[in-house]
């Protein structure tokens, strides 16, 4: 059970757009910016959106992000069947325990 | 370029120990803190342990407290998880990633992973 809330998958055709859902609390999300991350198959993370809402370096434009309280939103448009990947958002929890959060991961189909 | 490069994964019987390492280069290794991130196996990320660049700040999840150890060399630029009492549940990919700078909260690199099998 992981602590942010996500949507197992997501799918649409290419061209289109797509938005993947993030839920967490007031000791996460409400407290801290909000990270995505990449997954595609076989390979390690890679960094996609990061403050909630900026690109790093080589990170194209179709990829955006927001927060708002305690949810964070990330959206994809002019999907390409390269972005078939995984997709997990994180922060940091701050909590009794500190630590690292992430969300149980988002599937997405580009069909 | 930032390279974070693991080894040390291998397979132990429950109960058994092992040590990860984690060889940074690329950056002022002591200026950033660092976390180790698993991964079992079709499953999402899980956050292990955070260990700051030089003041010793460390935390870990609760899955690995008092199993597990972080620590860091600087002199080195490596990365250590000392892993103790393993179970099956330990199974996954440990990924070394670098920590953000300044007051953000986000994983900037990661390392290709190194597997870690628990199994009897």
């Known amino acids: 059970q992981s602590v942010l809330t996500q949507p197992p998958s997501v799918s649409a055709a290419p061209g289109q757009k797509v938005t993947i859902s993030c839920s967490g609390s007031?000791?996460?999300?409400?407290?801290?910016?909000v990270s995505w991350y990449q997954q595609l198959p076989g390979t390690a993370p890679k960094l996609l959106i990061y403050d909630n809402n900026k690109r790093p370096s080589g990170i194209p434009d179709r990829f955006s992000g927001s927060k708002s309280g305690t949810s964070a939103t990330l959206g994809i448009t002019g999907l390409q069947t390269g972005d078939e990947a995984d997709y997990y958002c994180g922060t940091w929890d701050n909590s009794l325990n500190p630590g690292g959060v992430f969300g149980g991961g988002t599937k997405l189909t580009v069909l | 370029e930032v390279q974070l490069v693991e080894s040390g994964g291998d397979l132990v019987q429950p109960g058994g120990s092992l040590r990860l390492s984690c060889a940074a280069s690329?950056?002022?290794?002591?200026?950033?803190?660092m976390n180790w991130v698993r991964q079992a196996p079709g499953k999402g990320l899980e956050w292990v342990s955070y260990?700051?660049?030089?003041?010793?700040?460390?935390y870990y999840a609760d899955s690995v407290k008092g199993r597990f150890t972080i620590s860091r060399d600087n002199g080195k630029n490596s990365l250590y998880l000392q892993m103790s009492s393993l179970r099956v549940e330990d199974t996954a990919i440990y990924y070394c990633?670098?920590?953000?700078?300044?007051?953000?909260?986000?994983?900037?690199?990661w390392g290709q992973g190194t597997l870690v099998t628990v199994s009897s």
């Open positions: 007031s000791s996460n999300i409400g407290s801290n910016d």
């Open positions: 690329g950056f002022t290794f002591s200026n950033y803190a």
């Open positions: 990633t670098r920590w953000s700078s300044g007051y953000h909260y986000y994983y900037e690199y």
């Open positions: 260990i700051s660049g030089i003041s010793g700040v460390i």
